[in-house]
T-cell receptor, first 117, second 109 residues
Framework: GAVVSQHPSRVICKSGTSVKIECRSL??????MFWYRQFPKQSLMLMAT?????????EQGVEKDKFLINHASLTLSTLTVTSAHPEDSSFYIC?????????????FGDGTRLSIL | GQNIDQPTEMTATEGAIVQINCTYQ??????LFWYQQHAGEAPTFLSY??LDGLEEKGRFSSFLSRSKGYSYLLLKELQMKDSASYLC??????????WGAGTKLIIKP
């Protein structure tokens, strides 16, 4: 069964709306979670690394004020796309790594397809 | 810098065998992962190699040569459902995954 739960799976909303996406590790503790974005027919692009209890680390070119990340517990990270615009429409995927198994696979959520009208 | 190279696209015939190659350069190395991603879905884990050699898992096998910075994913008895993108990712010394751009595999009847 799924070990990482991501919600919602799909969001359609108007331009200017803020959208929150949740990522939960179901049966392990994840001090580190990762947020990716994938445009159609393109590869995964790491946006940021979410660290439990501290600030997220953003990749170059990703606006931290635009993409707010909160990792308040060992099993939950949230990504909020603030004042979303059509160019933010994409497939957002989170992944989590077991705290006690750093060299083991990242487990991915099912992704969130965001469409901004 | 850190870099992963894999072919952009490959085509194979149903029932045949295909090998997807991946070369990597990372700061330190903690293993090589292969993921499968169907269109519109999140990646799913296929295999992990950290020691040299071949790991077999059903129809899929993965090989690693650390000295050459090289890995391949071998898919046997191809089925139409194997049409997907295959992502190679190397884990560096900080346990961060460095992702390849993915290889789109097209299976023809």
């Amino acid at each position: 069964g799924a070990v990482v739960s991501q919600h919602p799976s799909r969001v359609i909303c108007k331009s200017g709306t803020s959208v929150k996406i949740e990522c939960r590790s179901l049966d392990f503790q994840a001090t580190t979670m990762f947020w990716y974005r994938q445009f159609p027919k393109q590869s995964l692009m790491l946006m940021a690394t979410s660290n439990e209890g501290s600030k997220a680390t953003y990749e170059q070119g990703v606006e931290k004020d635009k993409f707010l990340i909160n990792h308040a517990s060992l099993t939950l990270s949230t990504l909020t796309v603030t004042s979303a615009h059509p160019e933010d429409s994409s497939f957002y995927i989170c992944s989590a790594r077991d705290f006690y198994r750093e060299n083991q696979p990242q487990h991915f959520g099912d992704g969130t397809r965001l469409s901004i009208l | 810098g850190q870099n992963i190279d894999q072919p952009t696209e490959m085509t194979a015939t149903e029932g045949a065998i295909v090998q997807i190659n991946c070369t990597y350069q990372t700061s330190g190395f903690n293993g090589l992962f292969w993921y499968q991603q169907h269109a519109g879905e999140a990646p799913t884990f296929l295999s992990y190699n950290v020691l040299d050699g071949l790991e077999e898992k059903g129809r899929f096998s993965s090989f690693l040569s650390r000295s050459k910075g090289y890995s391949y994913l071998l898919l046997k008895e191809l089925q139409m459902k194997d049409s997907a993108s295959y992502l190679c990712a190397a884990m560096d010394s900080n346990y961060q995954l460095i992702w390849g751009a993915g290889t789109k595999l097209i299976i023809k009847p």
